[in-house]
Nanobody, 125 residues
Framework: VQLQASGGGLVQAGGSLRLSCVAS????????MAWFRQAPGKEREFVAG????????NYLDSVKGRFTISRDNAKNTRYLQMNSLKPEDTAVYFC???????????????????WGQGTQVTVSS
């Protein structure tokens, strides 16, 4: 499985961006997918995750109500719609995938074995 992330950019506070992550691979639609982010000098943190059917989603508390993760399995694409962006959302965003995630560990970077390249999101105040 290979992941290709895109959609980052520079936006003013309060604005919106939509990140996309295109996955290649025969059975990638069955994978649990997630978005992480890493700001300079900080550890990579979980932002949002979604199971293969889209029936289960998880979010970092600070993005709940502002970010929405979704997936289109027909297009092998996952999205992160980010609204009401804040300067503290500035980071490099990564998409990640794993075939099976053990319950309660979906927020750990080490739970994922496939990563895309990052896409920079910069929110100006």
């Amino acid at each position: 499985v290979q992941l290709q992330a895109s959609g980052g950019g520079l936006v003013q506070a309060g604005g919106s961006l939509r990140l996309s992550c295109v996955a290649s691979g025969r059975t990638v639609y069955t994978y649990f997918m997630a978005w992480f982010r890493q700001a300079p000098g900080k550890e990579r943190e979980f932002v949002a995750g979604i199971n293969w059917s889209g029936s289960i989603t998880n979010y970092l508390d600070s993005v709940k109500g502002r970010f929405t993760i979704s997936r289109d399995n027909a297009k092998n694409t996952r999205y992160l719609q980010m609204n009401s962006l804040k300067p503290e959302d500035t980071a490099v965003y990564f998409c990640a995938a794993v075939r099976y995630v053990v319950g309660g560990t979906y927020h750990l970077a080490e739970s994922y074995d496939t990563w895309g390249q990052g896409t920079q999101v910069t929110v100006s105040s």
